[in-house]
Every structure is written in structure tokens, then in C-alpha cells.
T-cell receptor
């Protein structure tokens, strides 16, 4: 089975440019998560979608960050304008939420973003 | 609120010796607990999960973890380390997003396992 697919795997761009990260969750999963991982702060939850609706975006750093999930099989995380401090590995994860207990999240391989 | 503490940032073992990665959790209700592994330049992969069934949970690659409510611990063990086990390991507890009723995962800070020949 195909896992969570992220693209691109690596992105290098100059400060001020727009960056778009893409994610295809596992088919049938109804929850999608965007995380950011850095050495200093570890793994941070940025935003959580359930049935394509944003449930919690309190982790989104600031207005430069936005995320969309137009359908059950695709999500984007956009940074505009990008800054060097946005450099990190961004992960997308998906899960099937069916009841009161958390199901495991399945992670993509991440996008390594470098802002020069 | 739920939280998880990984007691060691780094653990070094020799190949063939036992592995112990320690995790303590805090939860106001009976939690779901997970261990994930992250190899370099890869995403997190689920090793095992505890969801109130058997307290000794077996996972992939020979790992297992024991849920001890009295000690609020969920330590990860493996009888014999392999070179391929060298990676970052994350202990995770389920938690609730405030005012939503939805659950989220709370990640520990990770333990880096080093395996020497």
C-alpha cells in the first residue's frame, strides 16, 4: 500500500519566495496533520484537519503560513513570504479517526526546506 | 493535560546487548501510548502502540514495551541491539485538543540510540 506521499523531498529557495509543500494522505484516512521538525524545537504540530476541515491551527507560526485541504486526497502547506528561520523538515501525517482512542499516525518522508 | 518525558536524550549500546529507552507519561485518563522510530532523512515509523489491552506490547523489529500504570512508565526494550536499530526514538501519548473534543498526539523530545560494533 502506498504510504503518505510528500513533495518535494527537498526545496531550496531564497528568502521572500513563496514555498508550497504538498501531501497526499493514505487513501481512506480522514485526519491529516502537518508537523515541523527542527533541532531546537523538536517536532511541532502546525495544523490538524479532520474530514478536510481545519480543527486546530494554533501551531501555525504566523500569518505567513497557510494550509488547505481541498479534498480528502490532497493538502498543501504554503509559506509566503519565506524567511531563513522557516528552514526545517516538514512532515505530513494521516490517520483514521474512528472513536475515542487515537489511531496511529502514518508519516511521510518529509520535505527538507532550506531558505537562503 | 497530557505530557510525556523521555529520560535520556542519548543511549549508547554495543551490538548484541539489551536496549532500554525510558519514557514516563502524565495523563488525567487512561492513555493511548505509542513508540515511533525515525531513521535519518526519513519520517516517523510506528513501532508499537498500547490502547488498554495487554500491558506488554510487542512491536516490529523485536521491540516491546510494558505499560506500568503504578509507575506511569512505558519503557521500550529490545533483548539484543542490531546496528540497524541506530535511530531516534519518540515516546508519544494521546491527548485532547482543548475545546474541540478531538484528540492529538503529544510527542516526547526523542532519544537517540547509538549502536557500536
Amino acid at each position: 500500500d502506498a504510504g503518505v506521499i510528500q513533495s518535494p523531498r527537498h526545496e531550496v529557495t531564497e528568502m521572500g519566495q513563496e514555498v508550497t509543500l504538498r501531501c497526499k494522505p493514505i487513501s481512506g484516512h480522514n485526519s491529516l496533520f502537518w508537523y515541523r521538525q527542527t533541532m531546537m524545537r523538536g517536532l511541532e504540530l502546525l495544523i490538524y484537519f479532520n474530514n478536510n476541515v481545519p480543527i486546530d491551527d494554533s501551531g501555525m507560526p504566523e500569518d505567513r503560513f497557510s494550509a488547505k485541504m481541498p479534498n480528502a486526497s490532497f493538502s498543501t502547506l504554503k509559506i509566503q513570504p519565506s524567511e531563513p528561520r522557516d528552514s526545517a523538515v516538514y512532515f505530513c501525517a494521516s490517520s483514521l479517526e474512528t472513536g475515542p482512542r487515537n489511531q496511529p499516525q502514518h508519516f511521510g518522508d518529509g520535505t527538507r526546506l532550506s531558505i537562503l | 493535560a497530557q505530557s510525556v518525558t523521555q529520560l535520556d536524550s542519548h543511549v549508547s549500546v554495543s551490538e548484541g546487548t539489551p536496549v532500554l529507552l525510558r519514557c514516563n507519561y502524565s495523563s488525567s485518563y487512561s492513555p493511548s501510548l505509542f513508540w515511533y522510530v525515525q531513521h535519518p532523512n526519513k519520517g516517523l515509523q510506528l513501532l508499537l502502540k498500547y490502547t488498554s489491552a495487554a500491558t506488554l506490547v510487542k512491536g516490529i523489529n523485536g521491540f516491546e514495551a510494558e505499560f506500568k500504570k503504578s509507575e506511569t512508565s512505558f519503557h521500550l526494550t529490545k533483548p539484543s541491539a542490531h546496528m540497524s536499530d541506530a535511530a531516534e526514538y519518540f515516546c508519544v501519548v494521546s491527548g485532547y485538543l482543548e475545546n474541540t473534543g478531538f484528540q492529538k498526539l503529544v510527542f516526547g523530545t526523542g532519544t537517540r540510540l547509538l549502536v557500536s560494533p
